[in-house]
């Protein structure tokens, strides 16, 4: 009985080794992965601009959340000076700089489109029209700060003037330095180190450009347009 058993074993033994022979080896070996698996730096992010600019940005945008929290907490305090400052400001200016900034945007993002496309030259002449907007709002603030003083209307006149040229001067001199950093991506464009493949740079500087963009389209109302 055990001896049968034993030869029926290994009868069974052999078929199935005899089976697992004739199973092609394609089917046993498992599929390598492809290199685009492998590669895990390969897939690029979505997110524009470098981790260090986003840094920056948040860093800039902190020192601006604070500004809006001190207005705020100061118009609480103050309803009747934040309810009467607005009304002695130069609106027109606070008005044309405001298009001038949404126009340097625009200028910003066809220059970015410029080079993606290989037009290197035209890119640096859409920066140069962003760098223009730039200097213009400088003078149309320059301008407004004088017809201020004319005015009679100073960080010494209540707190809503102070609050006004402290918010206002700071983001008077992101606009001046954003503009330095455009003229410098305009050369690096002119001097083909930046390429239709390679131009983080642009990128950054277009992503900062934009965050001083949005903080003076907050700035604006509140300062020039909420009572």
């Given at each position: 009985?055990k001896?049968?058993l034993?030869f029926?074993?290994?009868?069974?033994y052999?078929?199935?080794r005899?089976?697992?022979?004739s199973?092609p080896?394609?089917?046993?070996t498992?599929?390598?992965p492809?290199?685009e698996?492998?590669?895990?730096?390969?897939?690029k992010s979505n997110?524009p601009?470098?981790?260090a600019i986003w840094f920056?940005?948040?860093?800039?945008m902190?020192?601006?959340?604070?500004?809006f929290?001190?207005?705020?907490?100061?118009?609480?305090?103050?309803?009747e000076?934040?309810?009467?400052?607005p009304t002695?400001?130069?609106?027109?200016?606070?008005?044309?700089?405001?298009?001038?900034m949404?126009t340097?945007s625009?200028f910003?993002v066809?220059?970015?489109?410029?080079?993606?496309?290989?037009?290197?030259?035209?890119?640096?002449?859409?920066l140069?029209?962003a760098?223009?907007?730039?200097?213009i709002?400088?003078?149309i603030?320059v301008f407004?700060?004088?017809w201020n003083?004319?005015?009679g209307?100073?960080?010494?006149?209540n707190i809503?003037?102070?609050v006004y040229?402290y918010?206002t001067f700071?983001h008077?001199?992101?606009?001046?330095?954003?503009?330095?950093?455009?003229?410098?991506?305009i050369?690096?464009i002119?001097t083909d180190?930046?390429?239709?493949t390679?131009?983080?740079g642009?990128?950054?500087?277009?992503v900062?450009?934009?965050?001083?963009?949005l903080?003076?389209i907050?700035i604006?109302?509140?300062?020039?347009?909420?009572?």
């Amino acid at each position: 009985m055990k001896k049968t058993l034993d030869f029926q074993l290994l009868v069974i033994y052999w078929e199935l080794r005899n089976k697992m022979n004739s199973i092609p080896i394609s089917y046993m070996t498992p599929p390598e992965p492809s290199p685009e698996k492998l590669n895990f730096t390969q897939k690029k992010s979505n997110i524009p601009g470098s981790m260090a600019i986003w840094f920056a940005i948040l860093a800039e945008m902190s020192e601006f959340a604070i500004m809006f929290i001190v207005y705020f907490l100061a118009k609480v305090h103050n309803p009747e000076l934040f309810y009467e400052g607005p009304t002695k400001l130069n609106t027109l200016a606070g008005t044309t700089n405001t298009l001038i900034m949404l126009t340097s945007s625009f200028f910003v993002v066809r220059a970015v489109m410029a080079i993606r496309e290989n037009k290197r030259k035209q890119s640096a002449n859409w920066l140069w029209g962003a760098v223009a907007c730039g200097i213009i709002y400088l003078i149309i603030k320059v301008f407004e700060y004088q017809w201020n003083a004319s005015q009679g209307l100073d960080t010494e006149t209540n707190i809503f003037y102070g609050v006004y040229y402290y918010v206002t001067f700071n983001h008077f001199l992101h606009v001046g330095w954003g503009s330095a950093g455009l003229i410098w991506v305009i050369y690096r464009i002119n001097t083909d180190i930046y390429t239709a493949t390679e131009h983080e740079g642009l990128i950054n500087m277009a992503v900062y450009w934009h965050m001083i963009d949005l903080a003076w389209i907050t700035i604006f109302p509140l300062l020039y347009v909420i009572r």
